[in-house]
């Protein structure tokens, strides 16, 4: 009698086993909370500076990565030309724009 209740309770055990999907939950949460944390933000940090470029004039004041601010006198396709003082000017990249403090405008 002992020997059917190990058979039996060792079929029954094998019948209910964990399911594979189960098991890869965690993993789809941690790209989930991956995806919302860190791609999502960068993704819109790097639309709002590729924005900020392309709306780059003349007359802007600007800081570039390097930290040099100065006004905007000339802006081409990829380059931009920055006086930083009299008689000094930088061509630079639009890209090295990280910041614009006044518009021409303002």
């Known amino acids: 009698m002992f020997n ?3 058979a039996q309770q060792a079929a029954g055990s ?3 086993g964990p399911n594979p999907l189960a098991s890869f939950v965690p993993l789809i949460l941690i790209f989930v909370i991956m995806y919302f944390l860190l791609f999502r933000p960068q993704m819109r940090r ?3 500076q590729a924005r900020m470029v392309s ?3 003349t007359g802007d004041r600007v800081v570039t990565s ?3 601010h100065g006004l905007i006198t000339n802006v081409k396709d990829t380059t931009v030309t920055v006086k ?3 008689n000094v ?6 890209s090295a724009v990280t910041t614009v403090l006044k518009s021409a405008e303002a």
């Open 55 to 57: 709306i780059l004039k």
């Open 4 to 6: 059917n209740f190990l």
């Open 89 to 94: 000017k930088l061509e630079m990249e639009k």
């Open 66 to 68: 390097s930290g040099i």
């Open 84 to 86: 930083v003082a009299d």
């Open 46 to 48: 790097q639309k709002e």
């Open 14 to 16: 094998a019948a209910t």
